[in-house]
């Protein structure tokens, strides 16, 4: 049976300033699906447009006009191996990951990661290296300490599934490569895939941590794990991300 749901992306939920944030967008569609699922965007999501979610079965696609922006499908819960990081040891990283991304110009309005969004309209989420970890050549995690704001939640208590997914997104991102050198310019590069399963929302200015590790790359595709825990160490959300890194951002700056 098919279903046809139609929904917008509001122009505050950017990543490009002409497109919507990946991980809103994908956390906007598991929301409309409803359970764990893996989303897979095929084109820049428009803003302020609407969108029709066609719904088939456990999956469904989503256009713009004839244009096909993105597909899903229902997965099983999802789980990955990262450890849980403290929310006061995921704030101080977040200062070494604002020192970070303000080495890079692009992007500086996203709504997860744009330093240049005031707090309260955007995420401000800047993922760095936890203190303490060593700096020997490999992969290492990084960490971004959250307290959604109450703007961020329909009823009020818990926050929306589709700010879940978005906080999850430019963390993961930042550990495109992160070997412990934070004076490296963060790698361009837009969110194709995301497979997420989300076991509790979090409550509206809980002490959340959101973690993330680089897995491995292949050509211009980037894979990445991502996890949310919450106030008391739980796991939140986990996650998998596949990014790919742009060789020409011109397509997707402001006009």
């Known amino acids: 049976m098919t279903q046809l749901i139609e929904f917008q992306i509001d ?7 002409n497109s919507g944030n990946g991980g809103y967008v994908a956390g906007k569609i598991a929301e409309i699906l409803g359970g764990p699922c893996e ?64 080495l890079s110009d692009v992007f500086t309005t996203c709504f997860v990661c744009g330093p240049d969004r005031n707090a309260g309209d955007g995420l401000r989420l800047f993922a760095g290296m ?23 939640s329909s009823n009020g208590q818990t926050i929306d599934e589709a700010h879940i997914w978005a906080a999850m997104d430019c963390p993961s991102a930042a550990a495109i490569n992160n070997t412990g050198d934070e004076t490296k310019e963060p790698i361009a590069c837009l969110l194709g895939r995301f497979k997420n399963t ?5 409550k509206v200015d809980e002490h959340c941590a959101v973690v993330a590790q680089m897995d491995y790359q292949e050509g211009r595709k980037i894979f990445c794990n991502v996890s949310l825990f919450g106030g ?21 700056e402001a006009n």
């Open 11 to 17: 122009a505050r939920f950017n990543g490009p300033p």
């Open 39 to 102: 989303v897979t965007l095929r084109k820049p999501p428009p803003l302020d447009k609407t969108l029709i979610l066609r719904r088939i079965d456990e999956g469904g696609e989503v256009l713009s006009g004839d244009t096909l922006i993105a597909t899903v499908i229902s997965s099983p819960p999802f789980e990955n191996n990262l450890e849980p990081i403290g929310y006061d040891c995921a704030t101080a990283a977040a200062v070494k990951g604002l020192e970070r991304r303000l």
């Open 130 to 152: 936890p203190p303490g970890s060593q700096i020997d050549g490999d992969l290492k995690p990084v960490a971004a300490a959250w307290k959604p704001f109450a703007n961020l």
């Open 198 to 202: 989300v076991y509790r929302a979090p």
């Open 232 to 252: 008391q160490g739980d796991l939140l959300a986990a996650g998998r991300t596949t990014w790919i890194a742009l060789e020409d951002i011109s397509a997707f």
